[in-house]
């Protein structure tokens, strides 16, 4: 026969609405990696917070776990669909301001997105990054710089964008070849990087998979602005992932994965100067966009 506090026990253990957190935290005790314990611990607990909050039913629940097995089913090695679920719902951009809280001289951050799939190739200083001729031409250029203004030879610089039809070249495979618009440069003994390519267009996120019916469902637009990838490093200095924005772009003010930062935003501005022009191997009136990748020091936390 169970003595009274036994029964106690047995009570305090049933899982209930009431209990249900604290017996799913209490199974985490033995946890070795304390990390690891909090943040399990913290997840079980605004997890099931929320599932009471909204008082989450049978059905919604199988919805959900639908949701989330067809996000899985859309990943393959050139598309990444739960990045684009935590870029949309704001999750990628908190990461990055929780990770990457610089010094204010530093380049701002922002995400990496779902196409940095594949290797950029690496090319020479100067380069075109595009493989095939469309689009308006445009010249990007600027230094590597450390926080004290000091420029960093031997950096390197990873540069991805989407072309004049705002597709990356891993979209589409049939009309272009992996490493198109994309490009790993090293920086001169004076920090200098440039290279040729076209202006991007501002381009709808992928809509044929979960996030698409997520963003129709909730009523909310696709769209990104234009812009230009890139990841700056250099020996001694914290890396940046970042991008630069083509001012006056549609969509700036409501960037689908809210990754518009106001110090990104650069002008592409308009040059008709013929010799200017045949300088930088370029056949026409051109875009030129001028700017410095600034970073952090790595002992400066």
Known sequence: MSSLSETRDDVRSTFTEETSEDLVVASFGDMPDPRL???MNSLVR???????????????????????TATGQKCDPTRQEFILLSDVLGVSMLVDAITNATEPRA????????FHMVDSPARELGSWIGEVGAGEQALIRGRVLSADGTPLPRALVDVWQADEQGFYDVQVPDRVSEGHLR????????????FRTVVPAPYPIPTDGPVGDLLEATRRHPYRPAHVHFIAGAEGHRPVTTHIFVEGSPHLDSDAVFGVKESLVKPFVLVDDPRLAQAHGLDGPFRLC?????LEQADSR
Not at 107 to 114: A, F, I, N, R
Not at 183 to 194: E, S
């Open 107 to 114: 380049t701002d951050s922002t995400v990496l997105g779902p």
């Open 290 to 294: 001028e700017f410095d990748l600034v």
């Open 183 to 194: 490009g790993l440069f090293t920086t001169g003994a004076d920090g200098v990087f440039w």
């Open 46 to 68: 605004h997890l099931h917070a929320f599932v009471k909050e909204v008082g989450l039913d049978q059905r919604e629940w199988e919805q959900g776990i639908q949701f989330l």
């Open 37 to 39: 314990r909090e943040i």
